[in-house]
Nanobody, 120 residues
Framework: QVQLVESGGGLVQPGGSLRLSCAAS????????MGWYRQAPGKQRELVAA???????NYADSVKGRFTISRDNAQNTVYLQMNSLKPEDTAVYSC??????????????WGQGTQVTVSS
């Protein structure tokens, strides 16, 4: 089994910053892609940013230039630095990892989600 534990959400004023962290643990041989998704009330879940083990990065157009994803492969941890936050960034942010387990199975795992609220 693989577990993803997120931290770092909260309430912040517009223009402020937050840093999310997601640590993966368990029966992990390797992690291919780690990423962050978000879901706002009444909307579909969307990709925010993703990073491969080789460092290739993909951002949603709405966060380019404001958010930065990074990864510590040794610690199986992914980070999302969010700057210049806007009210429309308010959502539940969830971590995702595509994991190759020690039993050589490839599966997607999700964290429990962390609330980010941008409001004055």
């Amino acid at each position: 089994q693989v577990q993803l534990v997120e931290s770092g959400g909260g309430l912040v004023q517009p223009g402020g910053s937050l840093r999310l962290s997601c640590a993966a643990s368990g029966s992990i041989l390797s992690i291919y892609t780690m990423g962050w998704y978000r879901q706002a009330p009444g909307k579909q879940r969307e990709l925010v940013a993703a990073i491969t083990s080789g460092g290739s990065i993909n951002y949603a157009d709405s966060v380019k230039g404001r958010f930065t994803i990074s990864r510590d492969n040794a610690q199986n941890t992914v980070y999302l630095q969010m700057n210049s936050l806007k009210p429309e960034d308010t959502a539940v942010y969830s971590c995702n990892a595509r994991v190759i387990t020690r039993s050589l199975r490839v599966s997607d795992y999700w964290g429990q989600g962390t609330q980010v609220t941008v409001s004055s």
